[in-house]
């Protein structure tokens, strides 16, 4: 019955959503390969070895071992981030995703530097906590552990909007998220009570073990595909 799935695991399935996932062909192929889309960003990486990064390794584990998991293109532990701010990427060149003072045909390593002289002046904004609030089956949707947390975010946001140069139609209504993978083919409707049931297990013991995310602070990166984001510049919160 559709009342016993999440409306982010019917997403995912092929009866519920037949479109073709959106990143398919431009972000990775088939085979799970991902492929050359170079872009810039900020995020929060995982922090290396600390007690939430090993039980976001596990939660991420229960999707590998899923039947299914071949049907879906994972990135690294190393790349496993999430994202404060989206940055322009080569395959969105249009309004408003690109500043309305740059030509759309500038090079992506000539916006990165133009990205870089801007930050220069950024003033860092306040420290904040976050929890995952769901998992999905590409990962976690995650957001500030308090309203204060949220706050702090929002004006993380609205600060780099203002030095990027343009703010995405979602800008307002962005869902933080840490993404394990993406999909190739839309789970079958055989395969999702045994998928809801792997989600709705992981995010118990993310809640009760990982209450809040340890993350590295803000970084503006550049990136060729999804397997590594280089951090460039880094945004130590102020204390």
Known sequence: MISAFSPALLTYSATHNPTPPRHFGTRYDAAGTFLREPGNTVVCHLIEGSPSQQVI???????????????????????????????????????????????????????????????????????????VTEVTPVGLTVNGATAADRRVMKEWRDAFAAVFGYRHPDHDTYEFHITFCYPIVRLQEAALPAWQDMLDRALATLRENAPVIALRPPAFCTFDDMNHFEERLVFAPEA
Do not use: C, K
């Not at 899923?66 to 404060?84: G, V, W, Y």
């Not at 249009?94 to 950024?122: C, H, K, N």
């Open 57 to 131: 390794m596990e939660a991420r584990q229960s999707f590998l071992e899923m039947p299914e998991t071949l049907q879906f293109a994972f990135t690294p532990i190393s790349s496993l981030h999430m994202t404060l701010f989206q940055g322009i990427i080569e395959y969105r060149r249009r309004l408003p995703y690109w500043p309305q003072d740059v030509a759309l045909d500038t090079g992506i390593e000539r916006m990165s530097e133009i990205y870089l002289d801007r930050l220069q002046s950024f003033a860092p904004l306040g420290p904040f906590d976050v929890e």
